[in-house]
């Protein structure tokens, strides 16, 4: 069973940069999609990006593409995600995510309900 703990948030101001960390273990990640989601307070859990394990293919949800990216230390069986020029719309919970298949399109790994595995959140609160 994969543990997840996420760790990094906190509070922001507008155009700040934030790096999000999740840190894996009884598991490792080398060979799982990685990837991590956000939600607001009475809204859906939003995709924000994800990196596949077999062709290290990486995708990002449409309100974050250029000013994120995600990277994996698998030795250390962490993943990253590092956000930059943060606005007030990016405050959320983001959770970190985990799923054993390597997804080969992005519909598939933006789908929330394809990861098994998935860690209690961090927020992150962007102020202007």
């Known amino acids: 069973q994969v543990q997840l703990v996420e760790s990094g948030g906190g509070l922001v101001q507008a155009g700040d940069s934030l790096s999000l960390t999740c840190r894996a273990s009884?598991?490792?990640?080398?060979?799982?999609?990685m990837a991590w989601f956000r939600q607001a307070p009475g809204q859906e859990r939003d995709f924000v990006a994800a990196?596949?394990?077999?062709?290290?293919?990486?995708y990002f949800g449409d309100s974050v593409k250029g000013r994120v990216t995600i990277f994996r230390d698998n030795a250390n069986n962490i993943v990253t995600l590092q956000m930059n020029n943060l606005k007030p719309e990016d405050t959320a919970i983001y959770y970190c995510?985990?799923?054993?298949?390597?997804?080969?399109?992005?519909?598939?790994?933006?789908?929330?309900?394809?990861?098994?595995?998935w860690g209690q959140g961090t927020q992150v609160t962007v102020f202007s």
């Open positions: 009884g598991g490792t990640i080398s060979n799982k999609t």
């Open positions: 990196l596949t394990s077999r062709f290290i293919t990486r």
């Open positions: 995510a985990a799923d054993e298949y390597s997804y080969t399109t992005p519909k598939e790994a933006m789908r929330a309900g394809a990861y098994e595995y």
